[in-house]
Every structure is written in structure tokens, then in C-alpha cells.
């Protein structure tokens, strides 16, 4: 059974995952992602909150299913230190 999408693969679509900026927030993101694109993103940008307690980190893929988008969001949900992934 396929799901169906609105996205057309391959094709590029950008990641966000918003966490506590304390830590080294954006290179746990890079290497989550990498897990599933290696060394293939395309761009990454990062946005402190206005009081700098959060950090949100934008990583720029080149996507190739939903599947494999996915397994991304759910492997960065999954961590701890990711309060929210968009």
C-alpha cells in the first residue's frame, strides 16, 4: 500500500528541529539527519530565540521518499533534546 504525498521525489524540503541552545544543538541535528542523507544537505541555517535559551536549526535536503522523510522526523523526535521538529 503506498501513502500518498504532495511532494514530488526527489526534491528538496527543509527540515526544522527546535531544541535548548545550551548544548551543541545544531551538530545533533546534522548528524541525525546525516543518518538518513549522508553528507547531502544542502544548506544548513541556525535561529536563536529572542532570549538565546532555544535554538532552532534548519537543515536543506535533497529528499528521496516520504519513507526516508519519515524515519528523520521520527529519529528526531525521538531524541531527547529535540523539543520540536517541523
Known sequence: M???????FPC?????AMGKSDFEFD???IEIVR???????KAVTTRPSK???YLA???L???SSKQQLDA???DLTDHPLVLMAL
Open 27 to 29: 551538530l545533533l541535528v
Open 57 to 59: 536549526v534548519t537543515v
Open 35 to 41: 543518518r538518513h542523507v549522508p553528507d547531502n544537505e
Open 61 to 63: 535536503i535533497e529528499a
Open 51 to 53: 532570549d538565546g535559551n
Open 2 to 8: 503506498s501513502e500518498e504525498t504532495n511532494f514530488e
Open 12 to 16: 528538496q524540503f527543509a527540515i526544522k
Open 72 to 74: 528523520i522526523y521520527q
